[in-house]
C-alpha cells in the first residue's frame, strides 16, 4: 500500500501542535480557577491595529508604509527586516511570548499567575523555546504560514491604518474591515486544519489586541485636511463610534476576549514634535489633550459594549497606553534611557518608513539608550519595558 508521506507529516503537525495548545490551555483539576485579577491560559494570539503591532502585512500589499529593509529588523532573530516597525520585536511578538509563559507557569506550577507576575520573573519559569512555542506572532499576509502558525495566532495589523477607513485608504493599506476579511478567512483555514469544535474553541478562548487609532489623529485630522468637515470633538466621536463599530463585528465572528488600546501621548512622539512642537521640539499640548479626550470616550465605549451589548461571557478590556508611556517620556533615566525626544534613526527628527534606510540614515551606536527607534515607534526595549507595566497592571 503507497503511504502518502507529506499527508502523513501534516497531521502530525497538527497533532502536535494540538497538544501543545491542550497543555497550555487545560490546567490541572486540582489548580484554583482564575480570578478576576489572575491570568487565564490562552491558546492563541490574535493582533489587529496599526503600525505597532504589524509584523510584516503591509509586506503583501501594494503600500509605500513598508520597512522590510535595513536597518530595520537589525536586532530581530536572523537580523532580518521582516516588515516589524522596530529595531526588534513589536507588542504582539513580546505579548505572545508572555502568555506562553503565563501558561507554562500555571500548568507547571498548578496556579495561575496574578497581575503582578513581572516580565523578568515570567522568563525564569521557561524559555518559550523550551515549551515548543513559537518566538514571535507572523503576519497573515506576505509569507507562507505553517498549521502550527495558524493554530497558534497571527497578526493582521497593517501600519498606516486606523479605525478611520480614510486613514488606510490615504495610504493604501488594510483598513480595519479589510483585517477583519483576513479573519474571516483565517477562520476557514483553520477549521480545515483543526476540525470545527477545536477550531471554534481557538477563536472563542484565544486572545485579541487591537492597537490603532493614533493615526486618526496625528495623520488623518491634524497633519491632512480631508477631515477638516468635522471640529476636533466631533471628529473623536466619530473616531470612538468606528473603533465600536470594530469591536462588535469582532465579537460577533466569535472573539470574546478583547482588548483595545488607548492612544499614546501623540504630541510626545518625535514626529509630531517636530511637526508641531515649534524650534525646540516640544510636545505638542493639543495633541496630548486630544489623545487624552479620545482615551476617555474610547474606554467609556468599551464599558458601554460591556455592560449591554456584548454577547455572555465576553470580555473587553481597555489597555492604558498613555500614562506608562509619558511617565518613559518625563523620567527617562528611571528607565534606563537617554533619548526620548529624538528616534534612533538618523537624525532622529524625521526619518520613519523609507527615510529610515541603510543608505541615508544609519541607526544609532547604542540603541538600548533610545526609547524611540524611529519617529514613531518605539525600540525593542521600549516595547518589552511598556508592556512589562501593562502586564502587570491589567494581567492578559
Sequence with gaps: ?????????????????????????????????????????????????????????????????????????????????????????????????????????????????????????????????????????PAYLGAELSDFDLLTGVSFASGGCGFDPLTAELVS?????????????????????????????????????????????????????????????????????????????LYGLGARRVNIAGSPPIGCVPSQRTNAGGLERECVALYNQAAVVYNARLEQEIKRLNDTAAPPGTVLKYIDLYTPLLDMIQRPAAYGFEVTSRGCCGTGVFEVTLMCNRYTAHACRDVDKYLFWDTYHLTERGYNILLTQIINRYGF
Design 173 to 249: 493599506v488594510l483598513t480595519m474591515d479589510n483585517q477583519l476579511d483576513l479573519f474571516k478567512e483565517y477562520k476557514e483555514k483553520l477549521r480545515r486544519i483543526a476540525g470545527a469544535r477545536r477550531a471554534a474553541e481557538i477563536v472563542s478562548e484565544s486572545l485579541y489586541m487591537v492597537v490603532t487609532g493614533t493615526d486618526d489623529l496625528a495623520n488623518t485630522y491634524f497633519t491632512t485636511p480631508f477631515r477638516r468637515d468635522y471640529d476636533l470633538d466631533s471628529y473623536i466621536d466619530f473616531v470612538v463610534q468606528c473603533a465600536s463599530d470594530f469591536i462588535q463585528k
Design 1 to 137: 500500500m503507497k503511504v502518502d508521506m507529506t499527508s502523513s507529516r501534516r497531521s502530525l503537525v497538527v497533532l502536535m501542535a494540538l497538544a501543545v495548545l491542550r497543555r497550555c490551555y487545560c490546567a490541572p483539576a486540582a489548580a484554583a480557577q482564575p480570578t478576576r485579577n489572575q491570568t487565564r491560559p490562552s491558546p492563541g494570539l490574535f493582533v489587529f491595529g496599526d503600525s505597532i503591532v504589524d509584523s510584516g502585512n503591509n509586506n503583501g500589499i501594494s503600500t509605500l508604509v513598508r520597512c522590510n529593509f535595513p536597518p530595520y529588523g537589525q536586532d530581530f532573530p536572523g537580523h532580518n527586516a521582516t516588515g516589524r516597525f522596530s529595531n526588534g520585536k513589536v507588542p504582539g511578538d513580546i505579548l505572545g511570548i508572555t502568555c506562553c509563559l503565563l501558561c507554562s507557569s500555571s500548568i507547571h506550577s498548578g496556579y495561575a499567575c496574578d497581575a503582578n507576575t513581572t516580565l523578568p520573573t515570567m522568563t525564569m519559569v521557561r524559555s518559550a523555546t523550551q515549551m515548543g512555542i513559537k518566538q514571535y506572532v
